[in-house]
């Protein structure tokens, strides 16, 4: 089963690279926006929608000739950049070695060390609520949470190297607001956990689900098997305010279910939005392994709707706003990290527009980054 996985997966990525000759849109250097940032941004205020599924056929493209690991996967993970006690990270390129017990497990599940393997981290959505798998998924994994997991590029790193940011000391110092290069880029993943079990494995790819090596702690004690890409946020700063896409796939109503009671399939209520639907057509057609992924809508300045990922803001995905959530992604020495949760009604809601300048007095602004909420203090 694992070497038919294999072959699927190597099938895929041939036809993905006959797909971008077809779309004739350039990859080679997409994440810097191309020879001319402008010419990019003319095209992207064009149609905002073709622009985000040209760079999710790109990040889905592999890395190099000759590796097997997607563009997005060569990102730098954020457990390596914000780490234990505050410490620096290392270089960008640099990757952490996997855990001795998750190394162990792989060799015996016959997984491949040269792959990227996906530590996922994270199971709390932005409400602090989780997203649970049910229906159609394995009794083993009913009630288990959808897994996160948050990467950045390399413009992004450096920055936050440069400013000293990857601790909570080094953002305490800040004498001004944060400013990002326009070629800062930010991907959040959201994961169907399958460990071990092919049979569930091969329904998924059946889906069109891409299915990645990965691995999480829990109570001490390293899983580690398959997990399936149900969600991706796709994030850079092309403008001011960053472009905001996100993409799902089609059919996470099969496993993912709302937390009410009882439990219905998880869909997404804020689109995909009426100028991603034909263009969603356009490019599942044209690429094939991508076929089960659509784009939900791109949010840039200004605000026109709320947006939201089914996947990634399940719960209060008709008051999210990527843009002005992360408008609020601000410091304060006496008050901490801003608080976006907003008391109304005797309820909590997010913002679903920009919010007056005063209400950040004392206040660094963090530049709509608000991965850098997981830095530590270094002691």
């Not at 450096?158 to 000391?169: A, E, G, L, R, T």
């Not at 092919?198 to 790819?205: A, C, P, S």
């Not at 796709?234 to 937390?259: A, G, Q, R």
Request: hydrophobic share 40%; aromatic share 12%; glycine share 6%.
């Amino acid at each position: 089963m694992r070497r038919a996985i294999s072959i699927t997966v190597l099938s895929a990525l041939a036809g993905l690279a006959q797909a971008q000759n077809a779309n004739h849109f350039d990859c080679s250097n997409f994440l810097q926006f191309g020879a001319d940032i402008n010419k990019t941004r003319t095209a992207f205020a064009q149609s905002p929608e073709t622009m985000a599924w040209n760079w999710f056929a790109c990040l889905n493209q592999p890395s190099t000739a000759q590796s097997s690991n997607l563009v997005w996967e060569t990102m730098k993970p954020s457990d390596q950049v914000y780490l234990p006690n505050g410490a620096p990270p290392g270089t960008y390129d640099s990757s952490a070695p996997l855990p001795a017990a998750v190394v162990t497990q792989a060799k015996a599940q016959g997984m491949n060390l040269s792959r990227a393997f996906h530590n996922l981290n994270a199971t709390q959505q932005v409400d602090g609520l989780i997203l649970q798998m049910g229906g159609a998924v394995p009794d083993a994994q009913q009630g288990n949470p959808v897994r996160f997991q948050l990467l950045m590029g390399k413009d992004t790193f450096d920055y936050i190297v440069k400013n000293q940011v990857y601790n909570m000391n080094g953002q305490a110092a800040l004498a001004n607001d944060l400013h990002f290069p326009p070629t800062a880029w930010e991907l959040k993943a959201a994961w169907l956990w399958i460990g071990t079990d092919t049979t569930y494995q091969q329904t998924l790819v059946n889906d069109g689900y891409y299915i990645a090596q990965a691995y999480y702690q829990q109570d001490g004690k390293y899983q580690v098997g398959y997990a399936a890409l149900s969600g991706l946020h796709v994030v850079n700063k092309l403008d001011s305010s960053w472009v905001w896409t996100t993409f799902e796939n089609i059919n996470n109503s099969k496993y993912t279910v709302t937390n009410a009671a009882p439990a219905t399939p998880m869909t997404n209520t804020t689109g995909p939005t009426p100028a991603a639907k034909p263009v969603n057509a356009s490019f599942q057609a044209s690429n094939p392994t991508l076929s089960k992924y659509e784009l939900i809508g791109v949010e840039f300045q200004p605000i026109t709707q709320v947006l939201a990922n089914s996947q990634l803001e399940s719960a209060f995905q008709n008051t999210s706003s990527c843009l002005a959530c992360h408008s609020t992604a601000a410091y304060s020495n006496d008050d901490g990290y801003f608080n976006f949760a907003l008391n109304k009604g005797g309820g909590i809601v997010y913002p679903t527009a920009p919010l007056p300048a005063s209400d950040f007095d004392g206040y660094k602004k963090l530049d709509f980054v608000w991965s850098l909420k997981r830095a530590q203090w270094q002691r």
